[in-house]
């Protein structure tokens, strides 16, 4: 069965500092898709990345970048200094082929924190 | 640009009430989804669409129905609530293009407290 593991309950940092958040999937499907969400306290979920299993170039928009590794089934992200803005719940999510259509298989999530 | 609406942001409904939560997206994405979150356990999908008058059972789909008769609207119904139903209720839509590739835009969210 298809899986998202986020094995970081919640992390706290201080304002600057960098952080990752971890993701590892499961999936026999050889042609994918993962996506990154952040959950400010305002509850709606925001979509910030989507990556194929074909293309594993890093991606960077800012401060923020992603690792995509095939070989391990991780698709990590990165917040270089982060600030208190960052602080939210994070969500990563597979992509699975279902009845009529495709849905998503998602992560646990991971609380950040950002303390000033 | 996206938008996905839901029907309230907060809701207090007593036990063994019906109760109808409404999403609207106005991108004429043909799938919706409802999922709900609880602490410690993510988000689970409850029902999906793909289409107008077709409705897909998710992964949690007891005590629950839902309905779309139009393309843009999609509604989650609860018969009869139960106090186990008190959670974060969010709605998503996507395009369908035939591939896993599609994003799903989400709603604010409804925050449902049962009594």
């Known amino acids: 069965a298809q899986k998202v593991t986020q094995a970081q309950t919640e992390i706290s940092v201080v304002e600057k500092e960098d952080v990752t958040l971890d993701c590892v999937y499961e999936t026999r499907d050889t042609t994918y898709y993962l996506f990154w969400y952040k959950q400010p306290p305002s509850g709606e979920l925001v979509f910030l990345i989507r990556?194929?299993?074909?293309?594993?170039q890093n991606e960077i928009s800012g401060r923020y970048s992603w690792n995509f590794q095939k070989s391990t089934s991780s698709f990590n992200f990165t917040i270089t200094a982060s600030q208190v803005v960052d602080s939210a719940v994070y969500f990563c999510a597979l992509s699975e082929p279902t009845s009529g259509t495709y849905k998503y298989i998602f992560g646990t999530g991971t609380r950040l924190k950002v303390l000033a | 640009d996206v938008k996905v609406t839901q029907s309230s942001r907060y809701l207090v409904k007593r036990t063994g009430e019906k109760v109808f939560l409404e999403c609207v997206q106005d991108m004429d994405h043909e799938n919706m989804f409802w999922y709900r979150q609880d602490p410690g356990l993510g988000l689970r999908l409850i029902y999906f669409s793909y289409d107008v008058k077709m409705k897909e059972k998710g992964d949690i789909p007891e005590g629950y129905s839902v309905s779309r008769e139009k393309k843009e609207r999609f509604s989650l119904i609860l018969e009869s609530a139960s106090t186990n139903q008190t959670s974060m209720y969010l709605c998503?839509?996507?395009?369908?293009?035939?591939?896993?590739?599609?994003?799903?835009?989400f709603g604010p969210g409804t925050r449902l407290l049962v009594l």
């Open positions: 990556r194929n299993s074909f293309d594993e």
């Open positions: 998503a839509s996507s395009l369908f293009s035939g591939s896993n590739r599609e994003t799903q835009y």
